[in-house]
Every structure is written in C-alpha cells, then in structure tokens.
C-alpha cells in the first residue's frame, strides 16, 4: 500500500526534522572537537617527552637564523634537516683565511682552481660534459698541527660556499635507526643550501674501515653515506671535504670517493719561515733577531709547535715585565707597559705552559 508507505516516510523525516539535525550538527562538533583535543594533548606530551624536543627546537631556531643571515629565502626544513642545520656555520663565522696560512700556497692555488671555481662557477666547467667538475670529496691527510683543519676553514671561507662542520656525534647521538634519516638529511640540507662544503674533521674516525663487529646501525650510516655520495653527480655545487692524520685507517671504499688528496706536511725550513713570519707580524722585534737561526733550529716543528713557541716566548718577555712591578704600590706603573721586544733567545724548546708561568710567578 503505497499510501501507508509514504506516510511513513513522511513520519520519519518529520522526526528527523530540523531538531534531529540540529542534535546530529552539535554532536558531530562535540565528536570532532574532542578528537582534536585529544590529538593535540597527545602531542604535547609526547613532545614533552621526547628527549631531542629541545635540541630540535634550538636547531630550528639556529637554522632560521642561518637562513636569514645567509640571504636565502626561508626553505621549509624537515625535522632531520632541521638537528643537521645546527652544523652549519656561516662564512663570517669563519676566522680564518688563506692569507693567514703560511707555506701552503701550493695547496691553497689547487684548492681555489679544483673545489672554489667549479664549486662557485659550475657553468665555466659544465662545457666539459663534466670531466672538470668539482670533485666530489677531497682528503687533507698529514701529522697533527700541520694546518688542515685551519685549511678547510679558510676554504669555506674564502669560497663563500655554506660550510657544513659535520660532527660524527650530530649523527650517531640518537635513538638506534634514526643515524640514517640524519646521514640522508646531510645530504638532502646540503643540495638545498648549495654551493655547500661538508666538512669532516678526522674522518678515519668515522669512515675507518668497516669491520664485521660494527654495530648495525654504524654500517648502515656507512652504507647510506657511501650511496648517497655516489649520488652527488646530480648536485655539482656540494663538496666533501674530510681531515686526517691517520689516513689508513679510511675504509678504501671511501677513499676512493675522495680522489683530490693533498699531503699537509710537517712545514720545510721556507714553509716555516712563512709561518713564523705570520705569526710574529705584529709582534715586536729585537734588532739583534734573526730569523734564520730561529727556522734552522726549529726542524721537525709543525705550524702548531711553532705557534706554541711564539707564543711562550711572548709570555716570556710579558713575565719579565710583570716582575718588575712593584707589589706593595698597588696600580703603579712605571712609564707605559710595554714588555721588551722579542730576542731569539726568548724562543725555548719545549718552554713550559701557561699553567706552569703561573706557577714560577707564584714560586719567585
Ligand atoms: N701553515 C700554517 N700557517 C699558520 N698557522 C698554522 C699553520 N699550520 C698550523 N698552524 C697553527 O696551528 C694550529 C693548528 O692547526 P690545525 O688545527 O689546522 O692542524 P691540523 O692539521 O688540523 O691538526 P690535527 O690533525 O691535530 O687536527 C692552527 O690554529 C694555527 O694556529
Ligand atoms: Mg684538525
């Protein structure tokens, strides 16, 4: 029967009339505030909880920071991105350049002619169909104290490239599994701040070769870093740059992918002429100094020896000077202090540290 049908249906909408939906409309926003409620809570505690929130925080904080400093326009960072960022130093951070290096000059021409230009100047090189491309890691190897870190410094400064100062432990200090979405988030930063310069100081430490009792999650980064890098030809403007004094221990593998290696030695008698002639530019001289004796005695010294050196013998004049105040007459300083230019006999071998001037002014 078609009309009690109909009427029946009439019944039902008069019941779901304007009341039913109004009720249906307010339950539907009470449900849904709630779960929004409840999601939101649930995500500010876990964040409460999660012990990298604040480093997280910081590093986005820094990476904006960057950003803004570097002139670049804001790029949205992913989480990972966002801890790498916190390795990035800008240039005018950056207190070293090639000028205050001495006797590397060959090393710093090669340096400008096979990372600086292809790395700045990518469509001067591109006419080679890529054989001049800038390479795509590139090994400072040598003893201690010799001036590659202070190189690579100078590189990224002078380069004007984005300076990544990758440390091992931004990578391996977090929760097993995540080593890898860091090792990817080096790269993914790196080509979106490009031209980039990664830097890894001492890296046997990090790339040394892979053995079978590696913790999994170690080779894994390994692996990662080696796949990634192999896929660098795609991004021309990021070069590796890694530092050692124990380059045998580097995994061949990854040698391999550093195929620029320059040999920073200990510093030849000319080379630490330069350095010395740096170190003591603005230092006054006896008349009676001689250079030369001072080079020929310091054989065997690295650019940080011979800084060591300096600097002792600095303090050595500065002590003299201090001696000869008066203690009982506080604050009275005869004429202007100044201590005495520097002799060649201020320069000892093996001069005592700082620690022990302290201790000999003390025990006098
Ligand atoms: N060629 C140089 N010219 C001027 N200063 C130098 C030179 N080499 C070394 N020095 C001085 O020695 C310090 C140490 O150098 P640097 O840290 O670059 O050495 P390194 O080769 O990285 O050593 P390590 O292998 O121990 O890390 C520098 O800060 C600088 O003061
Ligand atoms: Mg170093």
Known sequence: ????????????????GPGFVRRFVSEATVFLLTNLAVYYSVKYLAGLVDPARKKRLAARAKSDKIF??????????????????????HPDDIDVSFKDIGGLEPI???????VIYPLCYPELFEATSGLLSAPKGVLLYGPPGC?????????????GATFMNLHISTLTDKFFGESQRLVNAVFSLAQKLQPTLVFID???????????????????MKSEFMSLWDGLSSAPRLVIVGASNRPEDIDAAFLRRMPKRFPVALPAADQRRKILQLLLAKVELDPTFDLDALVQRT??????????????????????RLRQLKPDVPNFIPGPMRARPLRNADFVPGESTVVDDVHALQLD
């Open 108 to 114: 710093v021409d090669s340096l400008r002619e096979t």
């Open 147 to 159: 001036g590659k870190t202070m190189l690579a410094r100078a590189l990224a400064k002078e380069s």
């Open 68 to 89: 803004e400093r570097l002139g670049r326009d804001k790029v949205e960072l992913t989480e990972y991105e966002a801890i790498v960022a916190g390795e990035v130093v």
């Open 299 to 320: 054989h065997g010294y690295s650019g940080s020896d011979l800084k060591e050196l300096c600097r002792n013998a600095a303090m050595r004049t500065l002590r003299e």
């Open 1 to 16: 029967m078609p009309s009690s049908g109909s009427s029946s249906s009439a019944v039902a909408t008069r019941a779901a």
């Open 202 to 220: 001492e890296i046997d430490a990090f790339l040394r070769e892979r053995k079978s009792m590696d913790h999994e999650a170690t080779s894994m």
